[in-house]
């Protein structure tokens, strides 16, 4: 072999060398950007489309021992908001939060107290005690309505009666078809009347602690990117299931189509039997302390949602803050009302946590309710279906 020949070799020799060293360098760094997740657009990009605003239309229905009932849109300071007994002059309270897909059957995964706003009863007690006087004042002003009502309908009834005379000469009296549906109308208006009356009587005795209360909803979302411009653009949800526990504040709603549209990313919790890239899943299912985490969410429901693109959700990051146990995280992931319900992501993009507290007079420390818990419920359920094992 002549010296040329063999200086090509070495050449040849260096080059494939360079290129299997830039090989090897390139994939141990794809390995440690696998090892060490995705970065939070990445995530967000990819999973963003999951994650629905949630708006609930609520009102409060109270109801007295005899039957008798009244309607409220919330509390405010120390008196029930909107107070009437005509269920035609309800006001309605807006709540919003944040959910996200768990199936293709269109279920999303929330907080309790976003689609259930519960209010405390010795609260509506104390206001019932509060607001006795102004109550009986409303029964009061419906009962003179309703009397003046009355008095309109019968002087309609009246005057649609016509006399008339026959070929005869004698006289009779004939009336307007107008009048049967006008009957019903009284009839309706002085058994209403009777009621109120009865209430007003109820109100001099009443026990408050014996008042039920009723929360009445109307759930609604709107996806990642989708522009909205009446309320005719939200999908209507019905709620399926509630966390009977006071301490896990989580909640399945369920679109009414019951189909996840296709273009939306599913979250899914990860089960001891799936297979997952590097590291392991006991690795993943891991929280510590300062681990990076992202959430993604409405902070402010629709003020800061809305915007010339559509409804956007908005990512948030922070780190563990707190040694996690099975009741809750505790991180430093900034948020504002609205974000309940918001998925919590580890950096490789997996639920690790739903959003549901904040520390009063802060935004920068948050509670989730953690992975077991969620799993825990979600099996219950029924969203997290059993996996047969393989036979053989």
Same mark, same amino acid.
């Given at each position: 072999?002549?010296?040329? /020949?063999?200086?090509?070799?070495?050449?040849?020799?260096?080059?494939?060398?360079?290129?299997?060293?830039?090989?090897?360098?390139?994939?141990?760094?794809?390995?440690?950007?696998?090892?060490?997740?995705?970065?939070?657009?990445?995530?967000?990009?990819?999973?963003?489309?999951?994650?629905?605003?949630?708006?609930?239309?609520?009102?409060?229905?109270?109801? =007295?021992?005899?039957?008798? /009932?009244?309607?409220?849109?919330?509390?405010?300071?120390?008196?029930?908001?909107?107070?009437?007994?005509?269920?035609?002059?309800?006001?309605?309270?807006?709540?919003?939060?944040?959910?996200?897909?768990?199936?293709? *059957?269109?279920?999303?995964?929330?907080?309790?107290?976003?689609?259930?706003?519960?209010?405390?009863?010795? *609260?509506?007690?104390?206001?019932?005690?509060?607001?006795?006087?102004?109550?009986?004042?409303?029964? *009061?002003?419906?009962?003179?309505?309703?009397?003046?009502?009355?008095?309109?309908?019968?002087?309609?009834?009246?005057?649609?009666?016509?006399?008339?005379?026959?070929?005869?000469?004698?006289?009779?009296?004939?009336?307007?078809?107008?009048?049967?549906?006008?009957?019903?109308? =009284?009839?309706?208006?002085?058994?209403?009347?009777?009621?109120?009356?009865?209430?007003?009587?109820?109100?001099?005795?009443? /026990?408050?602690?014996?008042?039920?209360?009723?929360?009445?909803?109307?759930?609604?979302?709107?996806?990642?990117?989708?522009?909205?411009?009446?309320?005719?653009?939200?999908?209507?949800?019905?709620?399926?299931?509630?966390?009977?526990?006071?301490?896990?504040?989580?909640?399945?709603?369920?679109?009414?189509?019951?189909?996840?549209?296709?273009?939306?990313?599913?979250?899914?919790?990860?089960?001891?039997?799936?297979?997952?890239?590097?590291?392991?899943?006991?690795? +993943?299912?891991?929280?510590?302390?300062?681990?990076? =985490?992202?959430?993604?969410?409405?902070?402010?429901?629709?003020? =800061?949602?809305?915007?010339?693109?559509?409804?956007?959700?908005?990512?948030?990051?922070?780190?563990?803050?707190?040694?996690?146990?099975?009741?809750?995280?505790?991180?430093?992931?900034?948020?504002?009302?609205?974000?309940?319900?918001?998925?919590?992501?580890?950096?490789?993009?997996?639920?690790?946590?739903?959003?549901?507290?904040?520390?009063?007079?802060?935004?920068?420390?948050?509670?989730?309710?953690?992975?077991?818990?969620?799993?825990?419920?979600?099996?219950?359920?029924?969203?997290?279906?059993?996996? +047969?094992?393989?036979?053989?």
């Amino acid at each position: 072999m002549t010296m040329r /020949n063999i200086s090509q070799s070495r050449t040849l020799a260096l080059v494939m060398a360079s290129a299997i060293t830039v090989a090897l360098v390139v994939g141990q760094v794809a390995c440690k950007r696998s090892n060490d997740g995705k970065t939070p657009e990445e995530i967000f990009n990819t999973e963003a489309s999951g994650v629905a605003i949630v708006v609930n239309s609520v009102f409060y229905k109270a109801s =007295l021992p005899n039957g008798i /009932n009244f309607y409220f849109s919330g509390i405010e300071n120390g008196e029930l908001k909107d107070l009437t007994t005509n269920l035609d002059s309800i006001k309605l309270s807006t709540v919003s939060g944040t959910a996200f897909f768990v199936d293709d *059957q269109g279920s999303l995964l929330t907080n309790r107290h976003v689609v259930y706003p519960e209010l405390p009863h010795d *609260q509506v007690v104390a206001c019932v005690n509060k607001s006795t006087a102004r109550l009986m004042m409303f029964y *009061q002003h419906r009962s003179t309505e309703l009397a003046q009502m009355m008095a309109v309908t019968q002087q309609e009834i009246e005057n649609n009666v016509y006399w008339d005379f026959d070929i005869l000469g004698r006289n009779f009296t004939h009336e307007s078809p107008d009048n049967d549906s006008l009957r019903v109308k =009284l009839e309706a208006l002085g058994t209403e009347k009777t009621r109120v009356e009865q209430a007003l009587e109820t109100l001099s005795y009443v /026990n408050p602690s014996e008042i039920s209360v009723q929360v009445k909803t109307n759930i609604s979302i709107a996806l990642h990117n989708q522009r909205v411009t009446t309320a005719n653009d939200f999908m209507q949800c019905k709620t399926v299931m509630m966390s009977p526990e006071e301490s896990v504040d989580l909640a399945l709603i369920r679109l009414k189509s019951e189909r996840t549209p296709e273009e939306c990313h599913i979250f899914k919790t990860p089960q001891k039997n799936d297979e997952w890239d590097s590291p392991t899943l006991a690795e +993943r299912e891991k929280l510590s302390i300062t681990q990076p =985490l992202v959430m993604i969410g409405y902070n402010q429901g629709l003020m =800061l949602g809305t915007t010339e693109q559509g409804i956007q959700a908005q990512l948030t990051t922070g780190t563990i803050s707190q040694e996690p146990d099975n009741q809750r995280v505790m991180y430093s992931i900034a948020a504002l009302q609205g974000s309940s319900g918001s998925p919590v992501l580890n950096q490789w993009g997996e639920l690790v946590a739903v959003n549901y507290a904040g520390i009063l007079n802060s935004q920068s420390f948050n509670f989730g309710i953690p992975l077991v818990q969620i799993n825990k419920y979600l099996k219950d359920w029924g969203v997290i279906k059993p996996v +047969r094992k393989k036979m053989g």
